[in-house]
């Protein structure tokens, strides 16, 4: 990996929705055995992180949940926001056969970006889901 790896934990969170116990907190948890998953209900799906400060990003890794083929972002766009509530488009990420390898992804930006807040949305569920999930996001640091 290209700088430090930047592992979220204890900062403000949201989503467009959570099934069950699969809180949005366990994207960040340091445990890819647990996950967040979306309810499935409504499109697109998305998770919105607070680092706490601006940062210099340089891109994120994405680790699919693998109790299930269910829930991998195989498509999605990638937001950013200094204020949390007004959202630029810094790009699109696509991962390619998650159902039949589900590794850790890395997306590299094509520029570094400076942001405290990201909003990662997804835009295609590998399978055709219904629900998108993330097991552990952390983001690449300049």
């Known amino acids: 990996l290209v700088g430090s790896e930047m592992c979220i934990r204890d900062r403000s969170l949201g989503a467009d929705s959570y099934m069950g116990d699969q809180t949005v907190e366990k994207a960040f ?25 601006a940062y210099g990003i340089t891109g994120f890794t994405y680790t699919p949940q693998v109790s299930s083929s269910e829930g991998m972002i195989e498509k999605g766009v990638v937001k950013m926001s200094t204020d949390g509530k007004t959202w630029k488009i810094v790009e699109d990420f696509q991962f390619g056969n998650l159902i039949n390898d589900p590794t850790t992804r890395t997306h590299m930006f094509q520029s570094k970006i400076n ?21 552990e996001l952390d983001f690449l640091l300049d």
């Open 29 to 53: 948890d340091g445990d890819p055995t647990t996950f967040w998953s979306s309810g499935p209900k409504g499109s697109p799906h998305y998770i919105n992180i607070d680092l706490g400060e």
């Open 115 to 135: 942001a405290r807040y990201i909003s990662i949305e997804s835009k295609e569920i590998a399978g055709n889901g219904k629900t998108a999930a993330i097991a």
